[in-house]
């Protein structure tokens, strides 16, 4: 008899429900940053306001069957919305396989649904919206809450028992918002100028709920690789660096789950590494 205690079972309801929420994950990116209902009025096509069918709205399937066309106007369907499927189908695959079964991985792959999420919406806006901000951080401290008050472990996502769910919350807090704003504040002195926006320091105020201490190593992640992707932008279009926008959210969300999935193997070679 299948049991969702199965790891193989788990894993392919995990996948399956990160496709379904994939699709929901659209709407949210669409629909938050323009202040619209996220229920109301039902999915449509953007140029001919025709309802989409259901049998139109399975993830991915759909987009390939109509080859990335509207049914009813013939208009292109962004290929970002079965990239966006994928995504949040695999984060929850993975979810399942890093953690097995269990809350623990529900509380994971919600934390990466809401990280990509917000990537997106960055990417798009260069805003990181408060209300969803807000939602991962609340997610986070009710995480660490029940953690510390029961056997079950929701959160940290990495190996923080020496000081505890909830000191590891606030810890982390402490140092994935506080050390950015002290930056950013500096910078401002120096600069005259923003270097630092007040929507990553929230984000990683938030992150730092789940990753404890271990924020630190999702801000070097997306330090290294956004000052890369950085450069390679401003080289290829001919301007500098200082004076280049670029959205930090998507970095920091690939910090965070980089940290979430491998930070205490990470920490653990390198301190082998120096001799620690």
């Known amino acids: 008899m299948l049991s969702v205690a199965d790891p193989v079972v788990f894993a392919a309801v995990m ?34 306001e025709a309802p989409v069918r259901w049998f139109d709205n399975i993830p ?9 066309r509207c049914r009813d106007c013939g208009s292109p369907i962004a290929s970002r919305y ?5 995504a ?12 097995g079964p269990g809350p623990q991985a529900v509380v994971a792959a919600t934390f990466f649904w809401s990280l990509l999420v917000l990537s997106c919406i960055d990417l798009d806006t260069m805003r990181l919206p408060n209300p969803l901000v807000g939602a991962l951080a609340l997610l986070g401290l009710v995480a660490a809450l029940v953690s510390q008050l029961t056997p079950l472990p929701l959160a940290p996502l990495v190996d923080t028992r020496a000081v505890g ?41 938030a992150m730092g709920l789940f990753l404890g201490p271990y924020v630190l190593l999702a801000l070097a992640v997306a330090s290294v690789v956004g000052a890369v992707v950085g450069i390679l932008l401003a080289a290829r279009s001919g301007s500098s660096i200082a004076t280049k926008r670029i959205p930090f959210g998507p970095f920091l969300a690939l910090g965070g789950v980089v940290t979430a999935i491998g930070g205490e193997w ?11």
């Open 266 to 276: 990470a920490i653990a070679a390198y301190l082998r590494a120096v001799g620690l």
């Open 88 to 99: 949040s189908g695999t984060l929850w695959l993975t979810a399942a396989i890093v953690w």
């Open 60 to 68: 991915v399937l759909s987009w390939m069957a109509l080859r990335g």
């Open 165 to 205: 769910p909830l000191a590891s919350a606030f810890l982390g807090v402490a140092l994935g918002a506080g050390l950015p704003w002290a930056v950013a504040a500096l910078y401002r002195v120096i600069r005259g100028r923003t270097g630092f926006g007040m929507g990553d320091v929230k984000l990683l105020g």
């Open 15 to 48: 996948t399956v429900f990160g496709l379904l929420v994939g699709s929901f994950a659209n709407v949210v990116i669409w629909r938050l940053p323009r202040g619209e209902s996220l229920v109301h009025p039902p999915s449509r096509c953007p140029r001919c």
């Open 82 to 86: 079965p990239v966006v499927e994928a």
